[in-house]
């Protein structure tokens, strides 16, 4: 299965996406939202990694434009903020499945990613 991760941590993202690959997922990492765009351009990801806050660009313009490229595709979103900390991101982006801290373990991630795409 395909998965994007779109994190300005590039530690970080590289250290979901070795995990990811581990349990034989192909998986790609976006530094901002306009390598994102261009991903979801070339490819179809059944599952979207998604920081809510994007230094370079919008979590929610990405998860926009994914939505209408790839209506299929399901966004687990993460943060280490309190944005919509109220589960409004579920009411913003219709492809929104989960909403967890980025400092949610990659074991746990990589559940996700398995139960989710399932949906997908």
Same mark, same amino acid.
Not at 64 to 91: L, M
């Given at each position: ?20 690959? &581990?349990?034989?997922? #192909? ?6 939202? $306009?390598?994102? *765009?261009?991903? +979801? ?32 595709? &399901?966004?687990?979103? #993460? ?6 900390? $109220?589960?409004? *991101?579920?009411? +913003? ?28």
């Amino acid at each position: 299965m395909n998965v994007l991760i779109v994190q300005n941590d590039a530690k970080l993202g590289r250290i979901w996406q070795r995990h990811l690959q &581990r349990q034989s997922h #192909v998986v790609d990492v976006a530094l901002d939202q $306009d390598s994102a *765009i261009d991903r +979801l351009h070339e490819q179809f990801y059944s599952i979207i990694i998604l920081d809510v806050v994007l230094e370079g660009g919008s979590a929610i313009a990405v998860a926009d434009y994914a939505s209408y490229r790839h209506p299929d595709a &399901r966004v687990i979103f #993460v943060t280490n903020t309190s944005f919509f900390s $109220d589960g409004s *991101i579920f009411q +913003l982006c219709s492809n929104a499945c989960a909403f967890v801290p980025s400092a949610t373990e990659p074991e746990d991630l990589a559940a996700m990613v398995e139960h989710y795409a399932k949906t997908a």
